[in-house]
């Protein structure tokens, strides 16, 4: 029993920063996602369109461009005025994705009330139609709205779970640091004593 309450009690020693860090992480993690706002998300999709036949490969390609495009002041003009945001500000609440694949650009929006997210998604995704298609002579290709920006069912954030176990993932990391620290600061410790203690016997010599 005594050696089992003296590793007890080393481990303890030892181990108490990430017994500490861990819960405290996972709790603000939780209180986290009790107190922020809840974002939503939602998505339109636009399609580039080759003007020529066997053109396909180059619709891909301009549609890559153009998905690089859309958080762009340029695109996000017209867009704008219509969502009454600042252009810097919609440039936060929106961004464009592509395949490699297929000429498809898929125009994410968010904002704090479902309808937010859909009038950011639309209105970017109008903007960028009519900028891509004031050059289709040019460009060769198209911008044709594939689907319109449905109203999300739930926020897409806060989400207790994941940030709870974000919390519990800096409380590991916070953890690990201390006890870093602490493993580094205790030799230096240890190395001054036997020093100490040969200058209290060299003095105790010469006196």
Excluded: C
């Amino acid at each position: 029993m005594p050696e089992l309450r003296r590793r007890a009690r080393a481990l303890a020693r030892r181990w108490w920063p990430m017994a500490v860090a861990v819960p405290l992480g996972a709790a603000v993690g939780a209180g986290y996602a009790v107190v922020s706002h809840p974002s939503y998300a939602s998505s339109a999709y636009v399609v580039v369109v080759p003007q020529a036949q066997g053109e396909n490969a180059n619709a891909v390609n301009f549609a890559q461009a153009y998905g690089r495009l859309t958080g762009q002041p340029q695109v996000l003009l017209g867009a704008a005025a219509e969502t009454h945001h600042s252009v810097t500000a919609l440039a936060a609440l929106v961004r464009g994705t592509t395949s490699p694949d297929a000429p498809v650009i898929e125009i994410t929006g968010t904002g704090r009330r479902p309808e937010d997210a859909v009038q950011n998604a639309g209105a970017v995704a109008r903007s960028l139609i009519a900028f891509g298609n004031a050059g289709s002579r040019e460009t060769g290709v198209k911008l044709v709205q594939l689907a319109a920006a449905a109203e999300p069912d739930a926020p897409t954030s806060p989400s207790a779970t994941l940030d709870t176990a974000v919390g519990g993932a800096a409380g590991v990391l916070l953890g690990t640091l201390v006890m870093l620290t602490r493993r580094r600061t205790v030799p230096a410790v240890g190395a001054v004593l036997p020093v100490q203690a040969e200058t209290s016997r060299s003095e105790g010599v010469y006196r």
